[in-house]
Each structure stands twice: as structure tokens, then as C-alpha cells.
């Protein structure tokens, strides 16, 4: 079974905090997505399986901790930390009585933060790696590197990032929007239609040179999933 990276959902409202904790957690290796409300988040969850979320309790509409007593609710068991500037005792009562399993208040330590992210983790089972591994193909995130059998494949940026979004979404079904999201982002000057079924064949020569692996398997009028 592969490893995946842990995914870490932050819902704060304040723009600056928000893009601190982006630029920490990301350097961590984390996966993260971050949301200014809760609003969209119930339905991101819907379709991802975060492992974490960190959420600040004055937030626009809907309040952090009566949106996480919401989730808890509706049978969403996902560790959850409280970063917030409500520090009485009644707020931190409050806050572990809807859901919260830490809380952190503000100002706050970033390595204090990223310790607990990593200890709530631990204790829920999740191992953050540096690799990603499905079958008999291992990623090494930190020197983007693809070994098979543990020989090294080179691979450019782009096959990469085409690779780790298909092995971060093992099993599930990619459409050829999200994939084009996902791996040429804003490049999509130099895309085209036939843009993926061309980069994905020539991933597919380079770790399956005599095409007996079938790691993807095309799915008519949708997209790919790894097979």
C-alpha cells in the first residue's frame, strides 16, 4: 500500500496567518489547502480525506467550533486543532466540548504549532514520508526522484509532477481538468487537447518500457486512474 503524504485542511480568515501556516506546513512536506470560512470546506471534504484540520473559531458566517461540533455531527472523526485568539478557560472548555483536539492561541510559536500538527498525527495514525510508494514504484519527495526495483528512472519536472498526482490519488478516477490543474497549473498556454494522453505515454516508456504493467488505465470520457 502506498504512503501518502498527510493532507491538511486550515480554515482562517486572516490572510496573512493563513499563507504563514501554507508556507510552513508546505515546507514540512505537508499537503495543504486552505480556506478563508468555512464555507466550500464541508463539500472539499466530501471529495478529499484530509488527515488534519486547523481552524481558527472567529471566522466569518459560521463559527470554528459550532462548524466542527457540525462535522462531528454528521460523523467526520478528522483530528481537529483550534488556533484562535479566544484563550478564557470557557473558550478552551468550549472548544474541546465541540470537537477540538488541541488548542493553540494566539500569538502563537510556528514550531510549537508544527510539533503538535506532527504529534496529533502520530497519535492518529498518520506517518508523514518523504515517499510515496504504489506497487513497485517509490517517490522521493524531497529529491523528486523515481526509483523501480530501486533503480533510478529519470524523469523530467513535468512527468513528476504527473506521477505524484497519480500515486497521491491512487485508485480514484482523474479527470482530464483536474489533471491539467494539478500538473500544468497556470501553463496552460502549452496545453492542448492531446497534451496528456502524449505526456502519459511517454511516462508510460520510460517505468513500463515493455507494456506489461498497465499502471494506467484510461477511462472513457472521464480520465485515467492507476491501475
Do not use: C
Amino acid at each position: 500500500m502506498e504512503k501518502k503524504n498527510a493532507e491538511i485542511v486550515i480554515i482562517e480568515d486572516e490572510e496573512d496567518i493563513l499563507e504563514l501556516l501554507e508556507y510552513h506546513l508546505d515546507k514540512e512536506g505537508y499537503d495543504v489547502t486552505g480556506f478563508l470560512s468555512t464555507e466550500n470546506v464541508e463539500q472539499f471534504m466530501e471529495e478529499e480525506s484530509p488527515s488534519l484540520l486547523i481552524v481558527d473559531r472567529n471566522l466569518p458566517g459560521v463559527e470554528g467550533s459550532e462548524f466542527v461540533a457540525h462535522m462531528r455531527e454528521i460523523g467526520y472523526d478528522i483530528p481537529v486543532i483550534f488556533l484562535t485568539a479566544k484563550d478564557k478557560d470557557e473558550d478552551l472548555e468550549e472548544g474541546f466540548r465541540r470537537g477540538g483536539d488541541d488548542y493553540i492561541t494566539k500569538p502563537f510559536k510556528t514550531k510549537e504549532l508544527l510539533l503538535r500538527v506532527e504529534a496529533l498525527l502520530r497519535r492518529s495514525g498518520v506517518k508523514q514520508s518523504d515517499k510515496l510508494r504504489y506497487r513497485d514504484l517509490i517517490l522521493d519527495n524531497k529529491t523528486r526522484e523515481l526509483l523501480i526495483d530501486n533503480q533510478r528512472v529519470d524523469l523530467t519536472n513535468l512527468e513528476y509532477k504527473l506521477l505524484y498526482t497519480f500515486v497521491k490519488n491512487a485508485h480514484q478516477t482523474l479527470e482530464r481538468d483536474f489533471l491539467r490543474d494539478q500538473v500544468w497549473g497556470d501553463d496552460n498556454e502549452n496545453f492542448h487537447d492531446k497534451t496528456i494522453n502524449v505526456a502519459i505515454n511517454r511516462l508510460k516508456k520510460k517505468i513500463d518500457p515493455n507494456g506489461n504493467k498497465e499502471y494506467f488505465i484510461p477511462v472513457w470520457g472521464v480520465g485515467y486512474k492507476l491501475g
